[in-house]
């Protein structure tokens, strides 16, 4: 997940009732075959995704990702900076509302899963 980002931020598109493209309702989503590395290595910058995303190829600063590394400890500044741009109080949102859609985010189990199910 380490590497020079040479690129700008994503402009968010937006579909029908003005709700973003990025981020697919839970019951939608079929997840990809595709597989990411784990890694386990807290001083590698983490990118941020939308949860919903069917695939969690490409983050939020548009960086693509080839890696899970939940133990990351540093996160990317222009990741957060795109999220807050989609959703100012989402750092203080104890809810852990998606700045994409504004649903709750899954809870820490179905990510878990997810990251089992999508890595080698």
């Known amino acids: ?6 690129t700008t931020l994503p402009k968010a598109t937006y579909g029908v009732g003005g ?4 981020g697919v309702d839970e019951a939608a989503v079929l997840h990809t075959t595709e597989t ?3 890694s386990a290595n807290p001083e590698e ?8 995303d069917v695939s969690w190829r490409v983050a939020f600063c548009g960086f693509e990702n080839t890696e899970v590394n939940p133990a990351a400890e540093i ?6 900076e795109e999220v807050s741009r989609l959703r ?7 809810e852990m509302t998606c700045p994409v ?3 709750c985010c899954p809870d820490e189990a179905e990510i878990d899963q997810r990251i089992a199910d999508a890595t080698e």
Do not use: K
């Open 1 to 6: 997940m380490i590497g020079p980002i040479e």
């Open 19 to 22: 709700v973003p493209e990025r």
């Open 36 to 38: 990411y590395r784990l």
């Open 45 to 52: 910058i983490a990118h941020l995704v939308c949860c919903r």
């Open 75 to 80: 996160i990317c500044t222009m990741c957060l």
């Open 88 to 94: 100012p109080d989402f750092a203080s949102d104890p």
């Open 101 to 103: 859609d504004g649903n």
